[in-house]
C-alpha cells in the first residue's frame, strides 16, 4: 500500500520552544493531509485538514495560530506546535489521501510529543 | 455528527478466536478499516473494506460489513499475545475525506 511517513517519531521540548512535525506521501500525490491528536484512553481528535496549496480548515476548538498548518506541495505538510506548553504533550498522527474517486487515506506512523 | 462506536475491552484466552465489533451512523460511508495500535507505536493499518462488499478476508482476519445495520466487525483467528492491541475502526465516504474513528478496543490475549 501507500506509503506515508511522518517526523520525527518522537520529540522532547521544552516549554515555550516550537516543534515541526513533517508528513510526506512517498509514493503517490497527496491532495489532502489530516493532522489527528490523540488524547490519552480516547481515540484520534481530528485538528484541521489541509489541501495542497490552500489554508487549512481547522476544527472547532483548534487554535489555528497555535497549530500551524502547511502544505505546500503534493507530498508534504507540516504542522507546528508553537510555543508549546505541557498540555500540548500528546501523540499527533497525520494521514494523507489522493483525493477524487480514491478516498482512501494512509496514516504515518505518528509522533509523540512530550513538552517539559 | 457521525460517530463510530466500539466496546472498549476484549479478553480472550490464546488460540481462541476474537470478534470486535463496530457500530457506524454514516450511511454514505465508502471504506470502512481496522487499525491496529500496539503500545507506544502509531496506527498499523490491518485491513479495510469497500462499502459494496459484505465480507473480506485476509489470513487469520476476516472482516464482515453488514451495511443495512451499518455494522463492521473484525475476526481474528486463533489469537495470539501478540495480538494484543488497541483495535480502532474507522470510516469514510464519498463526499468527505475527513476519517471518523471510533474509541479503541483494548484486546487482551491471555496465555
Known amino acids: 500500500g501507500a506509503v506515508v511517513s511522518q517526523h520525527p517519531s518522537w520529540v522532547i521540548c521544552k516549554s515555550g520552544t516550537s516543534v515541526k512535525i513533517e508528513c510526506r506521501s512517498l509514493d503517490f500525490q497527496a491532495t489532502t493531509m489530516f493532522w489527528y491528536r490523540q488524547f490519552p484512553k480516547q481515540s484520534l481528535m481530528l485538528m484541521a485538514t489541509s489541501n495542497e496549496g490552500s489554508k487549512a480548515t481547522y476544527e472547532q476548538g483548534v487554535e489555528k495560530d497555535k497549530f500551524l498548518i502547511n502544505h505546500a506541495s503534493l507530498t508534504l505538510s507540516t504542522l507546528t506546535v508553537t510555543s508549546a506548553h505541557p498540555e500540548d504533550s500528546s501523540f499527533y498522527i497525520c494521514?494523507?489521501?489522493?483525493?477524487?474517486?480514491?478516498?482512501?487515506?494512509?496514516f504515518g506512523q505518528g509522533t509523540r510529543l512530550t513538552v517539559v | 455528527g457521525e460517530d463510530v462506536e466500539q466496546s472498549l475491552f476484549l479478553s480472550v484466552r490464546e488460540g481462541d478466536s476474537s470478534v470486535i465489533n463496530c457500530t457506524y451512523t454514516d450511511s454514505s460511508s465508502t471504506y470502512l478499516y481496522w487499525y491496529k495500535q500496539e503500545p507506544g507505536a502509531g496506527l498499523q493499518l490491518l485491513t479495510y473494506?469497500?462499502?459494496?462488499?459484505d465480507m473480506k478476508q485476509d489470513q487469520r482476519l476476516t472482516v464482515l460489513l453488514n451495511k443495512k445495520d451499518k455494522h463492521l466487525s473484525l475476526r481474528i483467528a486463533d489469537t495470539q499475545t501478540g495480538d494484543s492491541a488497541i483495535y480502532f475502526c474507522a470510516e469514510t465516504s464519498y463526499n468527505n475525506n475527513d476519517m471518523r474513528f471510533g474509541a479503541g478496543t483494548r484486546l487482551t490475549v491471555k496465555p
Open positions: 494521514s494523507a489521501s489522493g483525493g477524487g474517486m480514491n478516498t482512501e487515506a494512509f
Open positions: 473494506i469497500f462499502s459494496n462488499m
